[in-house]
Structures are given as C-alpha cells and as structure tokens.
C-alpha cells in the first residue's frame, strides 16, 4: 500500500486542522493505520492508532481529548481531526499501515508526511 498524508498547514494556537492520509492499492481496509508525529529535534512519536473496521482507537495522552482518529474504508482514506492546538503538536505527521496489529515502531508502510505548525 501507498500513502499520501495531506493537510498540513500553519494555524494559530486553539485551532483546528484535519489531516488526510490517502491509500493507494487494493485491500486498504485489511490494514491497520496509526498518525505519528515528529516534531525538529525529536524523535518520531505515536499519536493515534484505528483497527481496520475503526475500532479500537487508541490515543497519546499528549493529545486525547482533542485529537480524533478515523477511517473511511469506502475511500481509502484515513483522517485525524486536530482541535485546541498548541505549539506543542507543531510537526511533520506521517501515517502508516501495516497488515497486522504491531507496537507503533514496527509499522511497515509510511507516507511522505505533512507539516503542521501551529503558532503562538
């Protein structure tokens, strides 16, 4: 599977975002996707995960309660829904896939990732 994150952008703190990651190939709902950030000078971090039917999400403490994850298998598309952003979240998002549901460092197929910032 291939994938293309879009979305990014530069918003001010307390605003809004949602990022896109669309699949290319067949069998996207066979896969399980997960958004991860990585902000400059740090390293890659998990930020949401969602099972092929879109269940069991899971979430960063870092952004529950304002981030949401979701899937749209009809189109081959996954979201993530960002609200009450802060400086915090600015980085380059990336999704990924994978067959099976692995711990957050084994996902095999990424995307090119999108960059948010997000401004004080």
């Known amino acids: 599977v291939q994938l293309q994150a879009s979305g990014g952008g530069l918003v001010q703190a307390g605003g809004s975002l949602r990022l896109s990651c669309a699949a290319s190939?067949?069998?996207?709902?066979?896969?399980?996707m997960a958004w991860f950030r990585q902000a400059l000078g740090k390293e890659r971090e998990f930020v949401a995960g969602?099972?092929?039917?879109?269940?069991?999400?899971n979430y960063a403490d870092s952004v529950k309660g304002r981030f949401t994850i979701s899937r749209d298998n009809a189109r081959n598309t996954m979201y993530l829904q960002m609200n009450s952003l802060t400086a915090e979240d600015t980085a380059v998002y990336y999704c990924?896939?994978?067959?099976?549901?692995?711990?957050?460092?084994?996902?095999?197929?990424w995307g090119q990732g999108t960059l948010v910032t997000v401004s004080s």
């Open positions: 990924a896939a994978d067959r099976f549901e692995v711990a957050p460092e084994d996902y095999k197929n």
């Open positions: 190939g067949r069998a996207f709902s066979t896969y399980t």
């Open positions: 969602i099972g092929r039917n879109g269940g069991n999400r």
